[in-house]
């Protein structure tokens, strides 16, 4: 009985880190709320584009942290991105990028990008 609830605990686990993984997956790459666009990478940071500020994100038990502060995922998929605080009851969402929304940025920003990508 006690093997069986450890194998059902690791296999919870292991399920809850895979689809942690495919999240982490879906938001690698440019996003663009109505001000600024954002470049997340697979290292855990996410970098204004154009800019100095970053910040550093992660996506544990289906939830996103925006540095320390767990976001409820409303919807992650490859158009849109929506979180939600639990304790402030506020939302925050970007879009994805375009290739042509990309292109502006590299014109815009062409050693920024080279130096990030």
């Known amino acids: 009985m006690v093997l069986t609830l450890i194998c059902t605990l690791t296999t919870a686990a292991t399920a809850d880190s895979a689809s942690d993984a495919a999240l982490k997956r879906k938001l690698l790459g440019y996003w663009q709320s109505g001000r600024h666009a954002y470049l997340f990478k697979s290292d855990g940071i996410c970098y204004m584009v154009g800019g ?25 998929n490859g158009n849109e991105f929506k979180a939600r605080s639990r304790v402030k009851n506020a939302s ?22 080279k130096e990030h990508e």
């Open 52 to 76: 100095t500020t970053t910040h550093h994100w992660d996506i544990r038990g289906g939830m996103y942290y925006d540095e320390a502060t767990p976001l409820e995922i409303v919807s992650l």
């Open 92 to 113: 925050e969402g970007l879009e994805r990028c375009s290739k042509k929304d990309i292109e502006q940025l590299k014109k815009f920003f062409p050693d920024w990008m």
